[in-house]
């Protein structure tokens, strides 16, 4: 099958890893990626596979309509088997030019769960609405990374007929324990005593990811004279975001917390880490970095958002959001476990890294998109 997806860009993020590491990993199908915005670090790695990636130069003056019109010839040109999108503004305007292009085969890809107004964007929330109330015309299926995702957007109004949950899935061989010799240094970071347990967070700065909601928290073990360093790394978590500084200073963390920034060996920063934590207080489907810290043999602390309860399981923390004596609650617990009972702390590395390897493999998702795109095509032969 020739399957032409429609995303909006190729930065680091969520939806747009998922759609490289699904497009790499199946060899079986031809694909084609058209970007609504131009440019990303992604779009190298697709290109260096052999995968065509054409931007449709949405972010230029008057673009949109421009970038309307563009989609539509190419999609005319390309005629696809099937059009995959991913977020709901290419689910809603890549799915309407696919119809009008002739293309018959149309999946959505939702991966976000729940909007809230005033903290997502206001275009968001209503390109959800009018997918909602579209979702009977213009896809065959609709992919959820999460099935907390199904579930709010059945509440919306989505064809919950139509619906199908995939998880995501990841390349192990990337994500996995490191041995003592492959652990290598990573940029930015000072020096850290063997002795002090390594926290981290690794997602953008946003405010779905409720940082400050962490940073309360970890003033809070420190209130209570429990020892850590953590480490925040992304887009935005560096010394220029001057409310994110002050925050650190104004709690009196600025010994206890290092600002890394981005980073492009994120498996080698999941591996330095004694401990992941996800703060996110809405707007999660399927966290990637949650299962890519386990699939390493770090141990998670998350908060209930999405599906992090799913992929911790047993074998992490799970506690609400919002609420930052309960997370600091659940971050002393890890840190007591690690410090004062090894062997059971090497037990819970060890069965975190089997939950993903055993639930979560990049092969079950290729597996998983493969047969629904097969069902789609058969089913409107």
């Known amino acids: 099958m020739h399957i032409v997806h429609v995303i909006t860009s190729l930065y680091p993020g969520g ?52 970038g309307i019109l563009t989609l539509w010839k190419l999609l005319r040109a390309h005629r696809p088997d099937l059009v995959q999108t991913w977020m709901y503004h290419p689910d809603l305007i890549g799915g309407i030019c696919a119809r009008l292009a002739g293309v018959k085969h149309v999946c959505w890809g939702i991966r976000h769960t729940r909007l809230e107004n005033g903290q997502s964007s206001l275009s968001s929330i209503l390109s959800a609405k009018l997918c909602a109330k579209l979702s009977g015309l213009i896809p065959t299926r609709i992919v959820c990374c999460a099935h907390e995702a199904l579930r709010i957007h059945e509440l919306l109004g989505y064809r919950s007929e139509k619906m199908t949950v995939v998880p995501n899935g990841y390349d192990l061989s990337s994500f996995y324990p490191y041995s003592k010799e492959e652990l290598v240094p990573i940029s930015g970071l000072a020096y850290i005593s063997d002795d002090v347990p390594v926290l981290g967070m690794v997602g953008r700065y946003n405010a779905q990811k409720d940082h400050l909601n ?28 001057e409310s994110l500084s002050c925050a650190i200073s104004d709690l009196g963390l600025g010994s206890h917390v ?21 703060s996110s207080s809405f707007g999660e489907a399927f966290p990637n970095v949650v299962a890519e810290a386990m699939a390493c043999g770090t141990p998670c602390v998350g908060t209930d ?38 062997a059971l702390w090497s037990m819970r590395q060890r069965s975190s890294v089997d939950h993903i390897r055993t639930n979560f493999t990049i092969d079950k998702m290729v597996s998983s998109f493969d047969s629904i795109w097969a069902d789609c095509i058969a089913a409107k032969e």
Not at 50 to 61: A, D, M, P, R, T
Not at 228 to 241: M, P, R, T, W, Y
Not at 318 to 339: C, G, K, T, W, Y
């Open 15 to 66: 939806a747009q890893s998922a759609l490289v590491r699904l497009c790499m990993n199946d060899d079986g199908n031809k694909h084609t990626v058209i970007t609504m915005i131009g440019g990303g670090d992604l779009e190298d790695d697709l290109r260096e596979k052999g995968i065509s990636v054409e931007s449709l130069g949405f972010s230029q003056k008057g673009g949109l309509a421009s």
């Open 214 to 241: 962490l940073l309360k928290a970890l003033a809070e073990l420190k209130e209570r004279s429990v020892g850590f360093v953590c480490l925040l790394v992304g887009e935005g978590l560096d010394s220029k975001n």
């Open 258 to 278: 290092q600002l890394l920034g981005l980073s492009s060996n994120i498996p080698a920063i999941m591996n330095r880490l004694d401990l992941h934590v996800l």
């Open 305 to 342: 958002v999405g599906d992090t309860a799913l992929i911790i399981g047993s074998h992490g923390w799970v506690v609400p959001p919002r609420d930052h004596v309960l997370l600091a609650d659940a971050m002393q617990s890890a840190i007591n476990e690690h410090q004062n009972s090894p």
